[in-house]
């Protein structure tokens, strides 16, 4: 009995600590205990506010700071890391709105060093949000200058060769593959019991196939100004921009209408976008040289890039 009194008072203790838990917390700024439902004091969420206010000018006010500071008797070190906080929504929106469109110009460039030096705010990213940065201003040079990057390469390319990207694909192509056995031919079925019938005729054997896409090899990939070069594992390929008909971008690599051949897909772990881009921009040089309203009519119809991945 007193076992299960001592286990009934501790599930009512657990209880109790978690409901009083779920409203009482330390402020994510100056660490105070209280009844918090968003996690900050009333001081630290007044002086929150304050900034919010103050950056909606865009400009940083110390005079305005450190009144607001003073009045709501907050420390120096919680000031500054609200601020931050809050100068941080702004500059994390506008890298948003870069990712959203996928190209960052030399103008909003400029627009957010400014944004950030308005707001006394040093510009600090991480990683991926640097290496998409750099990814979206190659985009709106492509796009607004024509200027393609060069790469280095380590293979032997033809006199004016240029090679303008590299990337690890996979390289999948279609094969046909039995899906079941059937049977064809005239039967028939003579019976031999209730229920029970016996099958007769001349049976012949016939495989249904379908077409499925199968990895073939894995290796590089180098975009050229001349062709398209693949270096596997398993074998080389070469195609030339007059053997491609269309291409198709996806999320996650890029499908390849060939005139003549099998049709490859080339799958890509980071950076399709990028393979497309660089990719597409030189197929359309080469159509234009040939079509220029073919040309035309293609970058129309690529409008809205795909984001849904390659077929499987």
């Not at 838990?21 to 002086?47: A, D, E, H, K, T």
């Amino acid at each position: 009995m007193w076992i299960l009194w001592g286990i009934g008072i501790a599930v009512l203790c657990f209880c109790a600590y978690r409901i009083v838990s779920s409203v009482v917390s330390r402020c994510r700024y100056c660490r105070r205990v209280g009844v918090l439902p968003n996690g900050i004091c009333s001081q630290c969420g007044q002086y929150f506010d304050a900034m919010n206010k103050m950056l909606d000018t865009k400009k940083y006010d110390s005079v305005y700071a450190e009144a607001e500071q003073a009045r709501l008797a907050i420390q120096k070190d919680v000031a500054d890391k609200i601020y931050r906080a809050a100068a941080q929504i702004r500059t994390t929106n506008f890298i948003a709105g870069i990712k959203k469109q996928r190209r960052f110009s030399p103008e909003e460039e400029q627009d957010l060093n400014q944004l950030a030096a308005d707001l006394k705010l040093g510009l600090s990213f991480d990683d991926e949000t640097r290496h998409q940065l750099e990814k979206y201003k190659l985009f709106w040079r492509i796009e607004n200058t024509g200027e393609l990057p060069v790469e280095a390469c380590d293979i032997a390319l033809q006199a004016g060769e240029i090679c303008h990207y590299t990337t690890d694909i996979d390289w999948y192509e279609q094969r046909k593959v039995p899906k079941v056995l059937a049977y064809q031919g005239v039967t028939g079925r003579i019976k031999i019991a209730k229920g029970l019938y016996y099958r007769l005729g001349a049976l012949q054997p016939m495989s249904i196939s379908e077409d499925v896409w199968q990895q073939i090899d894995s290796g590089c990939l180098y975009i050229t100004n001349k062709r398209i070069i693949f270096m596997g594992v398993s074998g080389n390929k070469v195609i030339d921009y007059k053997q491609i008909l269309s291409f198709q971008p996806y999320a996650d690599g890029i499908e390849i209408d060939k005139e003549t051949g099998k049709s490859p897909i080339w799958k890509v772990e980071n950076d399709a976008d990028a393979l497309a881009m660089i990719f597409g921009t030189l197929f359309l040089q080469k159509l234009m040289l040939v079509n220029e309203d073919a040309a035309n009519n293609y970058v129309a119809s690529m409008r809205g890039q795909s984001d849904q991945p390659l077929p499987s």
